[in-house]
């Protein structure tokens, strides 16, 4: 079966930080470009990060620059996003995509709140 699903998401204070994780099965992720999305509630999902086959050219949204890294492990057939400096406009569900399989996970939720 094709899925995508992520892991790691949780509740978390102003400043900290998370790794989400979103494993594919039934397909090969090294062959495809990945993105993660964000949604938070009442408004329009958003692209976060994107990453090439190879890992090599990252791009990011302006207000994650610098504080989230995109990052793939083809052997694992893993995809990441290691999130630091979490600040409360960061909360949303966070959702892997392989945008040429037209390929979504579930999402997972990232709370950032004292």
């Known amino acids: 079966q094709v899925q995508l699903v992520e892991s790691g998401g949780a509740l978390v204070q102003p400043g900290g930080s998370l790794r989400l994780s979103c494993v594919a099965s039934g397909f090969n992720i090294s062959l495809w470009n990945m993105n993660w999305y964000r949604q938070a509630p009442g408004r329009e999902r958003e692209l976060v990060a994107s990453?090439?086959?190879?890992?090599?050219?990252?791009n990011y949204r302006d207000s994650v620059k610098g504080r989230f890294t995109i990052s793939r492990d083809n052997a694992k057939n893993t995809l990441y996003l290691q999130m630091n400096s979490l600040k409360p406009e960061d909360t949303a569900v966070y959702i892997c995509n392989v945008p040429t399989l037209t390929l979504w996970g579930q999402g997972t939720q990232v709370t950032v709140s004292s």
């Open positions: 990453i090439n086959t190879g890992g090599d050219t990252t």
